[in-house]
């Protein structure tokens, strides 16, 4: 079945730090991939997407590419803020087998200190 | 409201009881998702309507998880006979299309405490 798998935290950052966050996947056919972020206190929101193999996604300085030959969608920041303090989902959704479920990794917290 | 609705935020209630956490999705999104969050992970999925109908529930743990969305909007988790086990955040979340391109939007979820 499809699955993610990303990279465990916690992952603990000074603030102007380069942000990567690992995540790779296993699926049927070609899914979208996704990052999602919560911040404290939140629901969960989506922070950007990639729907085919080379696409980049990208918002608030976030930036995530989509390797179909590596099976991989890594976060990355060049320069983290405070603000950025939040757990960060990976997931992909695909139509394969008739479900359009989003499937989700486990997370990674990360703490962006000033 | 603009964002998808849960209610309660938070549930306590004792082993063995019946439970309903309810969702009010975003105005005219037809598909709707329920998902469960145990501490420390990532969202688990339980179930998906589109429309009226469930389209994949496939999610769902045992049969004293059922969910029902009779008119197309609203929707309810039924829980029955709680098990401490069941404690968890579930999460709402609803979408405007369909296929594998459309933003899910996720409601702040309710959390379920079993005694």
């Known amino acids: 079945g499809n699955s993610v798998t990303q990279m465990e935290g916690p992952v603990t950052l000074s603030e102007e730090a380069f942000l990567t966050i690992n995540c790779t996947y296993t699926?049927?056919?070609?899914?979208?991939l996704f990052w999602y972020v919560q911040y404290p206190g939140e629901g969960l929101q989506l922070l950007l997407k990639?729907?085919?193999?080379?696409d980049k996604g990208s918002n608030k300085g976030f930036e995530a590419t989509y390797r179909k030959e590596t099976t991989s969608f890594h976060l990355e920041k060049g320069s983290v803020q405070v603000s950025d303090s939040a757990v960060y989902f990976c997931a992909l959704r695909s139509t394969q087998g008739g479900s359009e479920k989003l499937v989700f990794g486990k997370g990674t917290k990360l703490t962006v200190n000033p | 409201g603009a964002g998808v609705s849960q209610t309660p935020s938070n549930k306590v209630t004792e082993k063995g009881k019946y439970v309903e956490l309810r969702c009010d999705p975003i105005s005219g999104h037809t598909a709707l998702y329920w998902y469960r969050q145990s501490l420390g992970q990532g969202p688990e999925f339980l179930i998906y309507?589109?429309?009226?109908?469930?389209?994949?529930d496939s999610g769902l743990p045992n049969d004293r998880f059922f969910a029902v969305r009779p008119e197309g909007s609203v929707s309810t988790l039924k829980i029955q006979r709680t098990e401490r086990g069941d404690s968890a955040v579930y999460l709402c979340?609803?979408?405007?299309?369909?296929?594998?391109?459309?933003?899910?939007?996720f409601g702040e979820g309710s959390r379920l405490t079993v005694l």
């Open positions: 309507f589109q429309g009226t109908g469930a389209a994949d």
């Open positions: 699926a049927t056919g070609y899914p979208s």
């Open positions: 979340a609803s979408s405007s299309s369909g296929g594998a391109v459309g933003e899910l939007f």
């Open positions: 990639a729907t085919k193999a080379d």
